[in-house]
């Protein structure tokens, strides 16, 4: 069977699936094609959704517009394992605690599950649900071949000690070993974890499965990780901003304003790579403050003070602000890069934005998502934006599995390139279908784990 990627994504659809996919009720399927987002009895759910519900109303959408039978939507949309553990700890103080972990693996038609391990006091089985689905659809946007994945642990870190988050971690991977492996389920760092979790993940890993640098990404450089890893969700997004703005028009980076909610790991580095290149960061902020300078802050000495244990809101170089106003900071593009959920339906309107660039996972719900297309604020979906981390992981495994090390200027120039044949494979859909970005960004996902599901057969 000869597949054209050049049909329209409706033509596509039906030459990809075999009849006995198409039910009764494909012919009748009254998708919706236009910007204008949900239909009316999608947004009067959505004000008490779950993430997982507010994940799959993005994907509904997409499923729609590709006019996909219910039967094979389900398919689709139900992760193959959900595994929950409870995991218990001898304190440093002789008191024993216990806490839940989970790990979601929701497709691999593609490839090896693939997705991070996070520790927050906030962690549920529908949060990582939720997550993995997206690394599902991540993965194939970015035409990289694993699947997707997510874990987590409910704990607060900053309430252990570094011996009991060793001790944690590694009976994590205990549990969860029978799951695992090389090319299996490949973990990662995620909220809160990082190179030294992701080293002692694969130290526990190799006592019992022997030397397998490949079970884990994120690794520190000097224990089998890669180069240009740290950096990657930062400098991908930064090249995610670069090629919209000029499918748009709207010229290169150089003296556009830039507002970062977060700036942890991927807010810090988009932030230096964007002042780099001549952008002006505007206003960021942390979970404890933020700061703002309309002629633009000076990112590298602000990472600095950080570096030096100050606190964001103590930064002489700009003027401190109540983190919740951040997000109505005028500006050219708007980047949220911390947690999910913070532009609502509360404060969409509030925006003064020309685009907003989610490097964070699942930061718009999907009503504030239609409220910014009616007012025409551009929205690169997270799938997309934040693809640069996973991008470099596929990198970092596959130098594991060829015992070889890439230069730093290697690892940059290949990531470069995924993000702009990801972007260019999207605007096209865009472009043709008159849909959304988010909704391109699902729809390429979408065929391509669907292609690789119907051609490895359903038995």
Sequence with gaps: MALSLRKGAQGLARQLLPAACWGAQAAG??????LSGPSKQQQRGMAK??????????IVEALEHLEYPKRLRKLLLTPEREVAVELALLRDNGEVATFNAYRVQHDNSRGPYKGGLRFHPQVDLDDVRSLASLMTWKTAVMDIPFGGAKGGVTVDPKDLSERELEI???KLVQALRPILGTYEDIPAPDMNTGAREMAWIFDEYTKFSGFSPGIVTGKPVWLHGSLGREAAT?????????ELLKAQGLGDIRNKSFVIQGFGNVGSWAAQILYEQGGRVVAVSDAYGAVANEHGLEIPELRAHLAANHNLASFPGGVVMPPENLLSVPCDVLIPAAIGGVITEDNANDLQCKIVAEAANGPTTPDADHILRQRGITVLPDIYTNGGGVSCSFFEWVQNLQNFKWTEEEVNAKLERVMVEAFQAIWELHTEDKIPL???????????????RVHRGFD
């Design 29 to 34: 399927t009254e998708a919706q094609h236009s």
């Design 234 to 242: 930062g400098r991908g997004t930064v090249f995610a901003i670069r």
């Design 49 to 58: 959704m779950s993430h997982s519900e507010a994940t799959n109303t993005f």
């Design 168 to 170: 944690l971690t590694r």
């Design 438 to 452: 988010r909704t391109a960004a699902f729809v390429k996902a979408l065929q391509r784990v669907t292609r690789a």
